[in-house]
């Protein structure tokens, strides 16, 4: 069975910085393209940033300039690093494979407020 379990949220205030972790169980990661994800109160969930099998990254229009995802395959782990932290960027954060996701995690709050 594969465990996602996300890590490295918190307070931060505007214009602060955060590193998720995402540490995958039960599966190697190897050949999937992993996604970040978050969900705010009373929105849907919604792609942040994605890695390919070969690293390539993309990041959608929220992220751009701001966020890095990488990976390390070997020991199953995916990363956010965000950068210059909106209040907007406050929700929950996830990440997952982007085709045929496994069963979700608890996630990782973050929040931006002064």
Known sequence: ????VESGGGLVQPGGSLRLSCT???TTINVYTMGWYR?????????VAQV????TTVYQDIAKGRFAISRD??????????????PEDT?????????????????TQVTVSS
Do not use: I
């Not at 390919?52 to 690293?55: L, P, T």
């Open 1 to 4: 069975q594969v465990q996602l």
């Open 24 to 26: 995958v169980s039960g």
């Open 39 to 47: 969900q705010a109160p009373g929105k849907k969930r919604e792609l």
């Open 52 to 55: 390919s099998s070969s690293g």
């Open 73 to 86: 395959n070997a020991q199953r782990m995916v990363y956010l690093e965000m950068n210059n932290l909106k």
């Open 91 to 107: 929700a929950k954060y996830y990440c997952n494979r982007l085709v045929a996701s496994w069963d979700w995690g608890q996630g």
